[in-house]
């Protein structure tokens, strides 16, 4: 299994625009995690599924944050408009059950100019 | 007050040295813990469960205090490759399935 796939790597947009980020999780896994990282605040998470339903979208910082996933092998999450705080690298994570580990995909280093 | 609250650090530490980190939760009803370890600019990856009983993993140790809320990570005679940030994980189980991470602990070993 390839882990967790999270694309793109890299992306730098201009304040206002939307940026989509994108996840697939491994196959099998039920719940999937977005978390944000940022220097200040640490890994905090935005929102989890489970059999591709929202669970606790608690996290997600304001209105301009959706996230959905379509099937159980795709998710992503969107932010309209794009805002220069909402830099950060973005991890989609993914398990198989609870109590089980968490695998993470190598991250979203999203940069807003 | 944070779900998980870990020190930041940074610890420094010479090689072959001991060094221990604590992680505090504020949930009784937290039912799973983990030690996770980032290293730069990388993703995150499981270190180790941490079990009601204490596990140990080569030169890693974990212990859970449930009373006293706070689990421990132990790591002894450091090597180089230790030095990472290390995260405190905590699984609130029974109530939902979210899996809430310390800010994490840096670890710097020196020669």
């Known amino acids: 299994d390839a882990g967790v796939i999270q694309s793109p790597r890299h992306e730098v947009t201009e304040m206002g625009q939307e940026v989509t980020l994108r996840c697939k999780p491994i196959s099998g896994h039920n719940s999937l995690f977005w978390y944000r990282q940022t220097m200040m605040r640490g890994l905090e998470l935005l929102i989890y599924?489970?059999?591709?339903?929202?669970?606790?979208d608690s996290g997600m910082p304001e209105d301009r944050f959706s996230a959905k996933m379509p099937n159980a092998s795709f998710s992503t999450l969107k932010i309209q408009p794009s805002e220069p705080r909402d830099s950060a690298v973005y991890f989609c994570?993914?398990?198989?059950?609870?109590?089980?580990?968490?695998?993470f995909g190598q991250g979203t280093r999203l940069t807003v100019v | 007050r944070k779900e998980v609250e870990q020190d930041p650090g940074p610890f420094n530490v010479p090689e072959g040295a001991t060094v221990a980190f604590n992680c505090t939760y504020s949930n009784s009803a937290s039912q799973s813990f983990f030690w996770y370890r980032q290293d730069c600019r990388k993703e995150p990856k499981l270190l180790m469960s941490?079990?009601?009983s204490g596990n140990e993993d080569g030169r890693f140790t974990a212990q859970l205090n449930r009373a006293s809320q706070y689990i421990s990570l132990l790591i002894r005679d450091s090597k180089l490759s230790d030095s990472a940030t290390y995260l405190c994980?905590?699984?609130?189980?029974?109530?939902?399935?979210?899996?809430?991470f310390g800010t994490g602990t840096r670890l710097q070993v020196f020669p």
């Open positions: 994980v905590v699984n609130q189980v029974a109530t939902t399935d979210k899996l809430i």
């Open positions: 994570a993914s398990t198989l059950d609870r109590n089980t580990e968490a695998f």
């Open positions: 941490v079990y009601s």
């Open positions: 599924f489970n059999n591709n339903v929202p669970i606790d």
